[in-house]
């Protein structure tokens, strides 16, 4: 029988919940790295045993960890398990370096972005946001950081290089940090076309390449933010997170700061799907795993309460591409709630009866294995989640 | 013997537990003594000196013998009691909450 494993991001260390198919008794497995915050875990689709994570600190600054065993057993790269040494005997602690590419050869000088001020400010190193995994080769990972760049590693996270074309787009002196930070939270992979990636930064929007990251576009065109001075500017948007059906590498789905936006053309056009939402405000969105014009959301009232309205915890689903929204509450708190479901916070599994996973500010993760039908709590008070992974295991 | 504490998080990654010992070959600075913790412990660089810079990471701090030496030259000699072995060189997390 297939097995799901849920990968649970704190601000005070990773969990790994596990069942079987049945989705109803979970074994709980954590605090790893208790005390740190860890913005985020993922498997690689090829090897799903090996898992990239990323253990940060305000004190300590970033840490790379990897599991070869599906969480069992953790180490930073480069380093064995259980052993201070590189493989060669040479201590290295490359794998938590990660240094903006500011050479004239492959790289930009080292740039400056808007601050939240207006005035220009130095790109500074904060932490890893994102990780994605490739689906082909499982040595290569990218990371999404804050300040917003794209690094790469092609030798399992061992050392990391930035991919500096997308920080030395013309546009950075006009990226500027949201409440957050400016980060990089969104990177897709195209399964079907390996030079595609998406990115998205907050805030500055979202950005694709066509040749593995060499060079980016801009593709902000249809949002609209009246918080900026040109609300329909080529950058600028305080895009939330992107998701993307792997069937449909052109359609893609997008939670902005306010706005749930779609776009069918790889991003170069985007309209508003927000329809009938409570509140078109959130973070989350995502894509069930075998109807593409399935998605779901969590509308969040904002600007100033960031916690979900009325005090209802409500993930909204549409089956139709958006536009059309019907609220998900069975099993879900519908009274005295008020919690927030950060970007990186749902994900979806793969099985017949596709599952639906979440995790709120208050340390609940809630799963339906029924696409969103019902809802129940796998745990209810684990710190604040960040992010949320799903693989489903033959 | 420099005899090094670290903070718990710190320990932690570099899989020790209580004080570290570092026999150094060079005089004992603040610069010798981190170094020596970093080639002994690669899993910390970057933990409390920036990669690239070396500076000390903005919330940590050093003391040895009842003084903060979090501002003092690399080149700072550390205090006879710390060389000596008599007294630690600390590495403390600045208490800012959390």
Known sequence: MSKVRVLVGTRKGAFILTADGKREKWAVSGPHFAGWEIYHLKGSPVDPNRIYCSQTSGWFGQIIQRSDDGGKTWFQPGTPPGENKTPDGMPKGESNKFKYDDSSETGKPLTTHQWYDGTQHPWEFKRVWHLEPSHTDPNLVYAGVEDAALFKSTDGGQNWHELSALRGHGTGPKWQPGAGGMCLHTIILDRKNPNRIYIAISAAGAFRSDDAGKTWKPINQGLVSQYIPDPNAEVGHCVHHVAMHPSRPDTLFMQKHWDVMRSDNAGDRWHEVSGNLPTD??????????????????????????????????????????????????GLPQSDCYVNILRDAMAVDWLDSCGVYFGTTGGQVYASSNAGDSWAPIVRDLPAVLSVEVQTLP | MIRVVLPAHLRTLAHVNGEVTLELAVPPTLRSVLDELEARYPMLRGTIRDHDTLQRRAFLRFFACAEDLSHESPDTLLPPEVVAGTEPFLIIGAIAGG
């Open chain 1, 281 to 330: 405000f959130g973070f989350v969105i995502d894509v069930h795993a075998h109807e593409p014009e399935t998605i779901y959301v969590a509308p969040i009232k904002s600007d100033s309460e960031h916690f979900v309205p009325d005090g209802k915890l409500r993930v909204y689903r549409s089956r139709s591409g958006g536009n059309e929204w019907e609220p998900l509450t069975k």
